[in-house]
């Protein structure tokens, strides 16, 4: 006899402790809990509890009042041995299955059956069945929400009680099987089944004329209050006792239904919420018996997990498919899928169906197996599906659920959960290789296990392998496997352990892909870890619209769609072991033509950005175009807010520059590099600017390319004057200088020039610095080089201005302002006029300052020029604070400053510190004076430590 359980609804509620019932004052208290243990273990939602508890009239304050309910709840319950943990969805109560009667009775019951027609299959179901107090919740006021639920209990309850008279009959039981007929017809007066099994059971038990009666009841019952005849098969079980005929045996065991679930998997690990989802789409609750079939589909890329989840969520689910549940493999990644009509014949041979009553068609097939399962709700799992048009013919008709799991993804099933796996988080992936490895093992080599996660790329089967391979070196230290998997290049021959292999799970994708889709796979393996935008297709494939061939990259999962960018694209991503499997079949020179293709695409693109933003320092690009460009219609598109495309693609711009160095595409390396140099100047990126600029430098010279090595040494010393690093600054200058004077090319060389009188300039030497500005504008007059001229022209009024020269700085920035309003060069014109505030200062005329230092800032602000307009800014805080409007020019300060804090021009901080520092003591304000002024000699200490140790 089974104990009782704590928790009863196979009747009314009922909650114990022991031997004491414990009482759940108030009817919603109830509702509430009756709603939760009916879904034991899973998250009921909180709408769905709402809609119990107040149906179709819920109040405002439902949901407080629900947290309010649960709460009282929750003081009851621990007595009892269960809690309610709240989710963000909803709640769910957690109780072992042995303290809850109904799921105590769905263990029972499938333990029976999994022991066949046994004694102790009979002593199973008998446990189940006295369970059961009454009908289900009998003591509370119905809700819709329910109904599913309780009848999935009450036809498990009379199948169980089938499945008892059937084994009692076949021990000879006959009295015993008769009276739990007996009770059964008076639940279900109208089953001739039902019926026909009572009177057989009193004609083999020698009492005939109680078998006659029987006969007699049923008939005046059917024909009385229906108008119809018994059934074939009850008349023939009366002719059978009329002619007293020895009774027919017990008729043969049935074929015991199916229950091929593949076994749970130990260590499942996290995956909660598609858990969740799952289970409850699965769930018989959430299924009408005669409604349309619960289908779930389980999607995502080789190795991620999708069939241990399944097969755990079926699990889960088993014990509300008491008719069973059938496993059919489709083969989906095999050189040729599993045919329909073989699984057909599969999965009927497993529902009793012998080979000899098997139809010959598959359309014959499919309508035995739907007629089969259709007074027989199973759960149809179907694993590693190639395509909808495979699973469409094994679908069952109403009152089942199906699973499916596939690599591709499948949305054309109507009404289908379609749940797509990603790698796992990095907690629980660390929690997967805890449970392989053990987690003391793992916790004294976290660094190790932590950095074994990251080659892995977190995906469950390559974790699985390399708990696997640890797990057999018992003596290996975490930290040489994690070796053996740094170099990307054999990573995936690591991962092998036994008949687990990511390589073999990734070729059964891979092989599958012919043509432009192959080709393209193998492209973007070397593209490197960042998302790439759509048209890289195009690149590849030297053509325009190649989205179908993304797409179908993206449906065989093999490309993952990463997101959409600020610009409106769709972004793609290789997974880093997918990436590691494209770029082993990538050697060709097919795939190195693609590459620089992408290459070339990406240099058009960024020239074509940088034409349309504020800066105009100085381009020095490569002679020859670039091999590939984007169409010109979607170039103006993607580049119309040039500041915004840089942002999207900025990752992918400088890992390109990487890989054009990488393969030894100097030209396409130091291109890239130049053209991206406004951006990282607008937006302070130094560092990027130095580390695109030095690795093409280092590509370019190993190629020889004179050129590229003199633009990327001009470029790395700008860099160096940012920093305040004058000596690197002149050295690399010069450099760059002498191969310009060498090639020929005079304006790389007065470009030079000017970087090496700006040097000069702030280093002190401004007679110096004249000179190398003077020299640069005679140049640029001689190859016409108009806005080098206005440059070189403005440099020059900015040394006199530094000399107090206050005539010729009016004279030359003048001319400078000039040249710059004839060419249209508004930024140009900005950075005069911020020379001429300076001028203006130093003459006291400050109102004409004020005006001048106001025109650049509209002009940075109209273009879009945060950073000079910080200086800007700056320059009219200062001339605002200085003639006593001490507030607005605090204002501007702080404003300018915050804007230097966010570029990380921590040169224009520093002098923005100083310049509050200088106010704030002006104001006999001595504390915060002395904070800012402080601050700013720590920014120089900084910037010249830093500078001392590049």
Not at 50 to 67: D, G, M, Q
Not at 501 to 518: C, D, P, Y
């Amino acid at each position: 006899m089974v104990d009782q359980p704590n928790f009863g609804v196979l009747g009314p509620l009922q909650v114990r402790a022991g031997d004491r019932i414990l009482r759940i004052a108030g009817n919603k208290p109830r509702l509430l809990l009756t709603s939760l243990l009916l879904d034991a273990n899973q998250v009921v939602g909180t709408e769905v509890l709402i809609e119990v508890l107040w149906p179709r009239n819920p109040p405002s304050s439902a949901t407080a009042n629900l947290r309010t309910y649960v709460s009282s709840l929750r003081g009851v319950l621990g007595a009892a041995g269960a809690s309610i943990a709240a989710h963000p969805s909803g709640y769910a109560i957690e109780v072992e299955p042995a303290r809850l009667d109904v799921l105590l009775f769905e263990d029972l019951v499938a333990r029976a059956r999994a022991c066949g027609r046994t004694e102790e299959a009979a002593g199973l179901l008998r446990g189940a069945l006295a369970l059961w107090r009454g009908e289900p919740v009998c003591d509370l006021p119905a809700s819709p929400l329910w109904d599913t639920r309780l009848r999935s209990l009450t036809q498990a309850r009379l199948s169980a009680a089938e499945d008892l008279v059937a084994m009692k009959l076949a021990a000879g039981e006959h009295a015993s099987a008769i009276d739990d007929l007996r009770e059964l017809i008076g639940g279900h007066p109208y089953r001739e089944d039902l019926w026909q099994q009572l009177i057989l059971a009193l004609h083999r038990g020698g009492r005939r004329a109680e078998a006659l009666h029987a006969y007699t009841t049923i008939r005046r019952q059917l024909v009385d209050e229906l108008g119809i005849e018994p059934g074939q098969d009850l008349r023939e079980a009366h002719a059978r006792v009329l002619a007293e005929e020895e009774p027919a045996p017990a008729p043969a065991p049935t074929v015991p239904p199916p229950y091929q679930l593949p076994a749970d998997i130990p260590d499942f690990t996290g995956r909660t919420e598609a858990v969740a989802a799952l289970t409850r789409a699965l769930s018989a609750q959430e299924r009408r018996p005669d409604g349309p079939p619960s289908i779930a589909v389980v999607v995502g890329p080789p190795g991620v997990g999708k069939s241990a989840l399944a097969v755990h969520c079926a699990h889960a689910v088993r014990a509300g498919y008491p008719a069973g549940q059938l496993h059919l493999c489709l083969g989906g990644t095999d050189p040729a899928p599993a045919d329909p009509a073989e699984l057909l014949a599969e999965a009927l041979r497993a529902l009793g169906v012998g080979d000899s009553a098997l139809p010959h068609t598959l359309h014959e097939r499919a309508a035995l197996y739907r007629s089969l399962l259709a007074e027989r709700p199973m759960l149809v799992f179907l694993d590693d599906a190639a395509d909808a048009a495979q699973v469409r013919a094994l679908l069952p008709g109403n009152g089942c659920a199906v699973l499916v799991t596939s690599r591709r993804r499948i949305t054309e099933l109507p009404g289908t959960l379609l749940l797509e796996l990603d790698v796992l988080p990095e907690t629980e992936a660390e929690q997967l290789l805890a449970r392989i490895v053990g987690p003391q093992r793992l916790a004294g080599e976290r660094p190790a296990a932590l950095a074994i996660l990251d080659a892995c790329g977190h995906l469950p089967l390559a974790i699985r392998v390399a708990g696997a391979r640890l797990a057999g070196r018992p003596g290996w230290p975490l930290s040489v496997l994690q070796q053996r998997l740094a170099d990307a290049s054999t990573r995936l021959d690591e991962l092998r352990a036994g008949d687990l292999e990511v390589r073999g799970s990734f070729e059964r994708s891979t092989r599958k892909l012919t043509g432009e889709a192959a080709t393209t796979f193998r492209a973007l393996g070397l593209l490197g870890p960042v998302s790439l935008p759509g048209w890289v297709a195009d690149a590849v494939l030297d053509r325009d619209r190649a989205e179908a061939v993304v797409d179908s990259l993206v449906d065989a999962n093999l490309l993952r769609l990463a997101g959409t960018d600020a610009l409106g694209q769709p972004r793609y991503q290789l997974h880093d072991l997918l990436r590691c499997e494209a770029r082993q079949g990538a050697g060709g020179e097919a795939e190195r033509q693609a590459l620089a293709r992408v290459l070339g695409g990406w240099t058009s693109a960024a020239e074509h950005a940088t034409a349309r933003l504020p800066t105009t320092l100085f381009s020095l690009t490569p002679e020859e175009p670039a091999r590939w460009s984007l169409p010109g219609e979607t170039l103006g598109r993607l580049t119309a807010d040039p500041l915004s495309w840089f942002d999207a693609e900025r990752e992918s711009l400088v890992e390109a520059v990487r890989l054009a160095a990488d393969t030894g595409l100097a030209t396409s390396a130091w291109g890239l590099a130049a053209a991206l140099v406004p951006y990282f100047d607008l937006h302070c990126r130094l560092d990027e600017w130095q580390l695109t600029h030095r690795v093409a430098l280092d590509s370019a010279r190993a190629a020889g390319d004179r050129r590229g090595e003199a633009a990327m040494l001009r470029g790395l010393g700008q860099v160096c004057l940012y920093q305040d690093r004058y000596a690197e600054a002149e050295d690399m200058l010069r450099r760059a200088r002498a191969i310009f004077h060498e090639l020929g090319d005079t304006r790389g060389e007065a470009i030079s020039i000017c970087g090496l009188g700006a040097a000069s300039q702030f280093s002190g030497g401004h007679l110096r610095a004249l000179g190398f500005f003077r020299h640069a504008l005679a140049m640029f007059l001689a190859v016409g080089d108009q806005n080098g001229e206005a440059y070189a022209r403005q440099a020059i009024g900015r040394v006199y201005l530094s000399l107090q020269d206050l005539r010729q700085a009016s004279r030359w920035l003048g001319e400078a302002l000039r040249l710059a309003r004839e060419l249209g060069d508004a930024h140009r014109e900005g950075c005069v006029s911020m020379q001429l505030g300076r001028l203006y200062d130093l003459k006291a005329e400050t109102d004409e300052a004020l005006r001048c230092q106001g025109r650049a800032l509209d002009i940075f602000e109209t273009l879009g020029d945060r950073h000079c307009g910080a200086y800007a800014m700056q320059s009219l805080g200062g001339l605002q604070a200085a003639r006593g409007d001490r507030s607005d020019g605090s204002h501007r300060l702080q404003a300018s400053l915050a804007i230097f804090q966010q570029l990380g021009d921590r040169s224009g901080e520093a002098s923005t510190f100083q310049t509050l520092g200088e106010l704030y003591r002006s104001a006999g304000r001595t504390a915060l004076a002395s904070h800012y002024l402080h601050r700013a000699v720590e920014l120089r200490r900084e910037l010249r430590a830093g500078a001392g140790q590049r």
